[in-house]
């Protein structure tokens, strides 16, 4: 599967300026970079849990054995200097 993420990834760093006809810009490393943290870990009743940690702000989507999405948490903090 992280292959899978790495091709996805690389995928939208080839995106060129305007990919979407509306004058879309091309995607940031620093957003690529922030992407590629996401942490998968397995749930105890069959799922996966996908995380998010960075800079100050934490994310996490379970995702049920059935594929449905069970919780979505989310805590953002204020990190100095960020905008």
């Given amino acids: 599967m992280g292959?899978?993420?790495d091709r996805r990834l690389?995928?939208?760093?080839?995106?060129?300026?305007?990919?979407?006809?509306?004058?879309a810009k091309r995607i940031t490393l620093e957003a690529l970079d922030t992407a590629a943290q996401l942490i998968f870990t397995p749930t105890s009743p069959g799922g996966v849990q996908i995380e998010l940690h960075v800079k100050g702000a934490?994310?996490?989507?379970?995702?049920?054995p059935d594929g449905?999405?069970?919780?979505?948490?989310?805590?953002?903090?204020?990190?100095?200097?960020?905008?």
């Fill in 10 to 23: 690389a995928e939208l760093a080839d995106l060129p300026e305007d990919w979407n006809g509306y004058g």
């Fill in 3 to 5: 292959d899978r993420l």
């Fill in 68 to 83: 449905r999405i069970l919780c979505v948490d989310f805590d953002v903090r204020e990190v100095a200097g960020d905008e």
């Fill in 58 to 64: 934490s994310v996490e989507v379970e995702i049920g």
